[in-house]
């Protein structure tokens, strides 16, 4: 389940001399988005993945045209998100606003013993682009499934959806799922060894002929069947599932650390026949 955000602020970053912190997973350098922004100003915190890491930088996507970076306290901002107050997974457990906070660093959504966990869905549906964001897990119970991905922005025939980074069982694997039929009828996947308990840029490129999936800024997952790709515009989502078993489930967390969103460039002009 999903459904509509735009635009994007610019936390205020503090130095890395004045914090002295050194980075979980990743070596402190300066972001690059807000080194174009504020270049005088530097950042430690542990949410920054090294330039080289974004598939953003790595690929020159260009300017931020819409996402959060998450930099205000509170819930997540209404006017970006529509988080969800809804039956859960399957209509398993609850989907519940209180399940977010944001700590003017990052967002968190918690799942609880019982199922309440939460997710929330950008308010904004564009036809192509590229969207990546940084994100972890608490060290998890498999009946908890965290999920960054792109779901139709209107009603479409063959169900089309986009799970850009997603766990289940296996808590070792984040895959990648393009689907392109209605209740999973059809669809590729890819999956790739890798500790979702640490930060991560998990990103996906849609064009026209393909889609694109990355991990740290490397290609992992690859379709340009045209037939697989979606018609309809997309939104990104950001989930955290419950699918029960027999015996409680523990407390489970996914934090997001940024979300940001780029355009495709605009194609060449072609001039008329003379």
């Known amino acids: 389940m999903c ?60 300017t931020v045209v819409a996402g959060d970076e998450f930099s205000y306290q509170g819930g997540p901002d209404p006017l970006r998100w529509r988080v969800y107050a ?67 922005h209107v009603a479409s025939a063959n169900c089309p959806e986009v799970n850009f980074a997603e766990g289940t069982n296996n808590t070792k694997l984040a895959k990648f799922f393009l689907h392109y039929g209605c209740h999973n009828i059809g669809r590729t996947r890819a999956t790739k060894a890798i500790d979702m308990t640490r930060w991560h840029n998990y990103a996906v490129q849609w064009t026209p002929t393909e889609m694109t999936g990355y991990i740290d800024g490397v290609p992992f997952f690859h379709d340009s069947n045209p037939q697989h790709l979606p018609q309809v515009p997309m939104h990104a989502c950001l989930q955290l599932d419950w699918f029960p078993r027999a015996t409680a489930s523990p407390k489970t967390t996914m934090s997001i650390d940024w979300i940001r969103v780029y355009a495709l460039p605009e194609p060449p002009a072609v001039s008329p026949p003379t």
Request: glycine share 14%.
């Open 86 to 152: 809804s039956p859960g997974h399957n209509g398993r457990g609850r989907r519940s606003p209180t399940a977010w906070h944001v700590n003017g660093r990052v967002a968190t959504v918690t799942g609880d013993r019982l199922g309440t966990t939460g997710g929330m869905a950008d308010r904004e549906g564009r036809r192509f682009g590229r969207w990546e964001a940084r994100m972890r897990t608490s060290v998890r119970d498999a009946s908890y499934h965290p999920v960054l991905l792109l779901w139709r």
């Open 3 to 62: 459904s509509t955000g735009a635009g994007s602020v610019r936390r205020v970053l503090v130095a890395i001399g004045a914090l002295g912190m050194s980075l979980a997973g990743a070596w402190p350098a300066l972001d690059a988005w807000s080194a174009l922004a504020h270049p005088a100003i530097a950042t430690t915190s542990r949410r920054t993945a090294v330039a080289s890491n974004q598939a953003a930088v790595r690929y020159g996507w260009g």
